[in-house]
């Protein structure tokens, strides 16, 4: 008879590290210490800090509202996404047992709980975004969306980003008012960690408006990346209210808004006007590209007088953007997948993210046991692109530092 | 094989989960209405711990005369093991997942003998 180690899960601490131990065991096994790996979508919880946050908007009446009434559900974010009910009715634990999580007083909690999950998983650097506020833009109150939003990216230049160098973000754009989000760009570029900025991709406003053009230039001349971050509407949304699982609004929802800003920015001839301005697609998988692509090209050929501007096929534009990597469609498709990368030019154009702690998160395994992949490939898509796209420079995370220094001393 | 002890009987709480680690392998043995299931606490979709989330029973659809949705139900007589990571979810009875039979957890022998459980690895 046999002795064994155990443990008893009834008694065990709510710990990331715990958590995501198998994730840790993967990333010592494929040796993640000897490469880069940048993840271009984490999330954290901005909620945990709406009383840090709130105290940055600049509108002292408004400030008020919002630590009064708080921001969802009643609060002055009003109407937002509408609902959803992301952990299955608990079957998801990590984000309810997260408040539980102990972390020490001299650090921000956000940067403790993120280096946890990114050291178990063998990541080095994120770009942060955040989770209630990835729907702000439907908010029936723009001046609430700009206050908001120039709140959080203060805080979170301030608390997060100038502290820790392995924590980046690409901010946020209050694209409800086109000079709001002009003005962002011209107060935030330059600060610490700030890499890039996104749209929501969840909102109403058509990203060819002329209103938007000032704010393009300024993105390409300051050599700035932007990003389309998908997200999903519920409630306000003619067409996605029809859905009444969240699986479904989540499978098209996310999709949906980056196909629709995507197929407006070739159609008006964005590539052309401003050939210099980086942009990325964000947490929408990948299966939406091919479709897209082919579909497009169909129209192109027979309507390419509609869109004089465009030089070349739809898809050669869209072979020149990026694409982040999750939620990757994988199961039961490798060819399908196989073509996808080739379609995309994933080897430059894919970038690994894993959108932990979300619930369909995906771990760095997903791009690194992919058969089809050479390794120099595979580490393109963990790291490498991403580095390029936002001009990064490589900070390796303490763990693998100290991986490699006990290798190199064995 | 060799069995391993695991737990005097009772150690393990009703609805309680013990993980141990025999050699390289790590198992999740669980206790759900008296009895002991073990299973490898890997998950075949990306390697999460497979056995530390919850289980819950499966989710009926009720369809009624004419395929009127009715509600839907619990089936407390198919008890799900749920992957913590992303909820893949899996028969406790016999591990296999409940979307694709081809996908299915490592399942070990529980043997109980002279009030002690064992597992035989
Ligand atoms: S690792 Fe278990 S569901 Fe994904």
């Known amino acids: 008879m046999d002795t064994v180690n155990f443990r008893d899960l009834s008694v065990a601490e709510t710990d990331t590290k715990t958590m995501l131990a198998h994730a840790d065991q993967q990333s010592v096994q494929r040796r993640y210490e000897d490469f880069l790996i940048v993840d271009v979508d984490g999330h954290h919880y901005e909620n945990m800090s709406y009383a840090e946050i709130f105290e940055y908007i600049e509108d002292p009446v408004m400030r008020q509202q919002a630590k009064y009434q708080g921001y969802g559900g009643g609060g002055i974010a009003s109407a937002t996404s509408g609902g959803g009910y992301q952990n299955l009715g608990g079957r998801v634990t990590r984000n309810p047992r997260v408040n539980a999580e102990v972390t020490p007083k001299d650090t921000h909690r956000d940067i403790t709980l993120t280096k946890r999950w990114m050291d178990a998983m063998g990541i080095d650097i994120v770009c942060l975004f955040p989770t209630p506020m990835l729907t702000l833009s439907l908010t029936p109150r723009p001046e609430v969306e700009v206050a908001l939003a120039r709140a959080y990216n203060s805080w979170l230049c301030d608390k997060v980003l100038s502290a820790e160098s392995r924590i980046c973000s690409t901010l946020y754009l209050p694209l409800n008012d086109p000079e709001a989000t002009y003005k962002m760009v011209k107060d935030f570029a330059g600060r610490k960690g700030v890499v890039g900025f996104t749209v929501v991709s969840p909102h109403y406003k058509a990203v060819y408006d002329n209103a938007y053009m000032k704010t393009y230039a300024l993105l390409e001349e300051a050599n700035l990346p932007l990003v389309f971050h998908g997200a999903y509407a519920w409630g306000g949304d003619q067409s996605l209210q029809l859905c009444n699982k969240f699986m479904a609004v989540h499978a098209l929802g996310f999709a949906w808004f980056n196909i629709l800003h995507m197929t407006n920015w070739l159609c008006n001839g964005l590539p052309e006007r401003f050939p210099k301005l980086r942009v990325a697609w964000v947490e929408s998988g990948l299966a939406w590209v091919p479709f897209l692509m082919q579909r497009l090209d169909n129209e192109w050929m027979m309507r390419s007088s509609e869109v004089p501007l465009l030089k070349r096929k739809p898809s050669d534009y869209m072979r020149e953007m990026f694409y982040s990597s999750q939620p990757m469609e994988m199961v039961n498709n490798r060819e399908a997948l196989e073509l996808t990368f080739k379609m995309i030019n994933a080897e430059t154009q894919l970038m690994y993210s894993s959108d932990y702690p979300h619930w369909d998160m995906d771990l760095p395994s997903t791009i690194y046991d992919l058969p089809f992949l050479s390794e120099p490939a595979k580490r393109n898509i963990l790291g490498g692109n991403a580095r390029r796209f936002f001009n990064l420079e490589p900070v390796v995370s303490e763990l693998k530092a100290k991986r490699l220094a006990a290798r190199a001393s064995s | ?121």
């Open chain 2, 1 to 121: 094989m060799a069995d391993v002890l695991v737990c005097k009987d009772g150690e393990i709480a009703e609805g309680g989960v013990r993980v141990i680690q025999a050699g390289e392998v790590e198992i999740g043995v669980i206790r759900h209405d008296g009895k002991y299931y073990a299973y490898r606490n890997h998950c075949p979709h990306q390697g999460g711990p497979v056995c530390e989330g919850i289980r819950m029973p499966g989710v009926l659809d009720i369809i009624g005369e004419g395929g009127i949705f009715l509600q839907q139900d619990f089936d407390q007589k198919d008890i799900h093991i749920v992957c913590p990571w992303h909820s893949y979810e899996f028969h406790l009875e016999d591990g296999v997942n409940v979307c694709d039979k081809r996908i299915r957890l490592q399942k070990f022998k529980v043997v109980e003998k002279d009030g002690a459980v064992y597992i035989n690895v």
